[in-house]
């Protein structure tokens, strides 16, 4: 080669794992070359999926693991530690008087207008919260503090309990935290098999309740989370994959898996969050500026708003029963799910969800041993799935057993068979409508400027309907949809999210403090980065939770650096971005800052998608099928291998690919773009 020398390969890796399948996601860069691949999950022996996938990338596609540049994991270990509450046994320590905070809460139940509704337990119960008398007041000034012996007494105390671990949490240490090191001190000195965190350390965030939650949510999920991480890290040496282990974040950027270790709260929605961050990166791919993201597995649906190519964020999202308040990409979701279990309740109404047949036995018709109906299960009865292998040849569906699992159902209503499935899928439809919509007006948009976009195992499979009853105009397929989650990790930024708590009101005074606390913060936000490895510039985003004086909540307001200096500014924008979500504004009204936020972002691989060429015309189906539509029909089938940018073809279809099926509805036209996303545009009057 006249003493040129190829290029190095050089692989990077996205990895999410769900109740069913690890996907993979793997990029060679040189060549720019994706491999996909989805794995069915071990839990019997978790991490072995790790390996066979790992394994079968190399024999596949040629992956070398010792060129693996990058690694990216995305996991649901900690969420469903919260979930299934088999997380560590705790205890707290607080100010004396203020051991109630937890069980007391906010004092809202689940369910308003239900009589039976009870909230939650908490995951320290009251037994194991103990007082001190120490105390900070809220101008970080010390009245009292803490007595050593009470510290020891109340360690003894949760050392009888028998407690993995400790969190403390003690009055305004938003403000000064220094009581709260002095505890954790004085526990590391006597008891040091006991993990500890101070509330200040996980979130430093005003008001006791949402800081002490998320401090437990942080100790509660530790050992599992550190447990399966380092796990995860043993696995990857043994493969000899040299580069260290980044983790998905629920702020839908990436951590190092040591940091990982002690900041686990920061990852309880990285599944979702990185789902979210792949659907982002390809809505800018192909150039749309407002998104609907779908993502559904086995017992969830989720949707999330793209606008501007750009994730929407939020705090407050629930984990489980739990509000988790660190900043994290906004989902909502609702229970219904491809395995989703169809019954019949005892006044003969069909319902679906939200228990789930989960990945063991899973659907009927996976032929695993399940042999109540599901959502998956009414798709095949009604012809929209069957017709190839699944999960890239792990999955072989049998027809007659999804037929023999809804027929139970349909004899108690005295339907057909194939009547009864389409009222499942119709059931399911309806309630993911109805959780959008509820979207929708919260997020103050018009669903009408949005295009759908499904992934996940079921997302294409129920998204197109979804699409045509809110009365969506288009939809986008992406090529590979069933591991868009896998997508997010491999192309996520490094992203760190810091925050000081003001509260104080808006005036010339505060400036200079504002302008203090931005520069402590920006130079957390660059150490945080260098601490993760990143050599890059620091992209910060600076935010400010405000309010008017008087109200009980704040709402975010992006802000410029170069507006911190400026009063008339910053009111300004808070008066635009309060007349935006609520329809009002008082300019005349005293303005109160109560955090300021910071996002340090260190850009991550954007990878260059090369267009395919382009040879227009109207796809070739692979064969015709039977579909239920209201009565038996024949439709194209086509294999998404075969279809080139360029081709159209009109609906009803099905396209079946290694990791999905896309069901197309009637009354859409489809086109396969430059990047062989398929795209749905709805003929006028199709929309239910």
């Known amino acids: ?40 999950t071990t839990p019997d022996n978790p991490g072995a999926e790790l390996t066979t996938g790992l394994d079968l990338l190399s024999q596949r596609d040629g992956l070398s693991p010792e060129a693996v540049s990058r690694f990216v994991h995305g996991t649901t270990v900690g969420i469903n530690t919260i979930l299934q509450r088999k997380g560590a046994r705790l205890a707290m320590i607080t100010n004396r008087g203020f051991e109630d905070v937890i069980e007391l809460a906010r004092l809202r139940m689940p369910d308003m207008y239900s009589l039976f ?33 009470e510290v020891e007494q109340a360690l003894q105390a949760a050392q009888d309990a028998g407690v993995d671990g400790i969190i403390i949490c003690l009055l ?58 380092g796990a995860l890290e043993t696995r990857l040496a043994q493969k000899s994959v040299p580069a260290k282990a980044l983790l998905t974040k629920s702020n839908g950027g990436v951590m190092s898996a040591r940091e990982g270790h002690r900041n686990c709260v920061s990852m309880l929605l990285s599944g979702t969050a990185s789902g979210v961050t792949g659907a ?149 439809l309806s309630e993911m409508f109805v959780e959008v919509e509820k979207l929708a007006s919260r997020e103050g948009v018009d669903l009408r400027d949005f295009t759908l976009m499904p992934f996940g195992g079921g997302g294409p499979m129920l998204g197109a309907f979804l699409a045509r009853d809110l009365g969506l105009s288009r939809v986008l397929a992406p090529r590979r949809p069933g591991v868009v989650s896998a997508l997010g990790g491999l192309v996520a930024d490094l992203r760190g999210d810091f925050i000081r708590t003001v509260f104080e009101p808006l005036n010339e005074v505060l400036l200079p403090k504002l302008q203090s606390a931005f520069a402590e913060l920006a130079q957390e936000g660059r150490s945080w ?58 300019p005349a009204g005293v303005i109160e800052v109560v955090n300021l936020r910071l996002s340090a972002i260190g850009v991550g691989p954007n990878p ?8 227009e015309g109207i796809a070739e189906a692979r064969q015709t099928v039977e579909v239920y539509l209201g009565q038996a029909r024949q439709i194209p089938l086509f294999d998404r291998q075969d279809l080139v940018a360029g081709a159209t073809f009109p609906g009803p279809a099905i396209v079946a690919q290694e990791d999905t099926t896309f069901a197309i509805p009637e009354g859409c036209a489809a086109t396969v773009d430059g990047a062989l996303n398929i795209s749905l545009s709805f003929e006028a009057g199709a929309n239910r």
Request: hydrophobic fraction near 40%; include cysteine; charge should be negative.
């Open 1 to 40: 080669m006249d003493g040129q020398h190829p290029a190095a390969e050089d692989w990077k890796i996205g990895v999410d794992i769900g109740g069913t399948f690890m996907d993979f996601c793997a990029l060679e860069t040189v060549s720019g070359r994706i491999a996909t691949l989805k794995v069915l």
């Open 117 to 149: 509704c009870h909230r939650a337990d908490p995951l320290i119960p009251r037994d194991r919260i103990f007082g001190i008398t120490a105390r900070i007041n809220a101008q970080g000034q010390e009245t009292q503090a803490p007595d050593p012996g």
């Open 172 to 229: 305004h240490s938003w403000r000064q935290d220094r009581h709260e090191r002095t505890v954790k001190e004085l526990i590391a000195a006597r008891a040091p098999e006991l993990f500890c965190f101070t509330s200040a350390e996980v979130w430093p965030v005003i008001r006791e309740y949402e800081r002490s939650s998320t401090a437990i949510m942080n100790g509660y999920v530790h050992p599992r989370v550190s447990g399966y991480l």
């Open 280 to 428: 982002a990166w390809l809505a800018r791919q192909a150039g749309l500026e407002r998104v609907l993201t779908l993502d559904i597995g086995g017992t969830s649906a989720d949707f999330a708003l793209v606008i501007d190519g750009a994730p929407q964020f939020g705090s407050g999202e629930m984990i489980g029963d739990f509000p988790l308040y660190i900043p994290s990409v906004s989902v909502s979701s609702i229970a219904i799910g491809g395995g989703s279990i169809a019954s019949v309740d005892d006044h003969g109404v069909l319902r679906v969800g939200p228990e789930s047949a989960g990945s063991t036995p899973g659907p009927a018709c996976y032929g695993r041993g399940g042999r109540f109906a599901t959502v998956t299960d009414a798709m095949a009865v009604c012809g929209w799935l069957g017709h190839s292998e699944l999960a890239y040849g792990q999955l072989q569906m049998d027809r007659e057993l999804a037929v023999q699992a809804v027929r139970v159902l349909a004899d108690r209503l005295d339907r057909s068979v194939e009547d009864t499935a389409q009222a499942i899928i119709d059931i399911a």
């Open 529 to 586: 980065l260098a601490s993760q490895g990143h050599k890059g510039a620091a992209d910060l985003h600076l935010s400010a939770d405000m309010r008017y004086s008087g109200q009980s909540f704040e709402i975010e307001v992006s802000l410029p650096t170069d507006a911190l200096g400026d009063l008339e500014a910053l009111s300004a924008l808070f008066h635009k971005t309060h007349q935006q979500l609520y329809d009002f504004s008082d």
């Open 608 to 615: 260059a998608l090369r267009a395919a060429p382009r040879q």
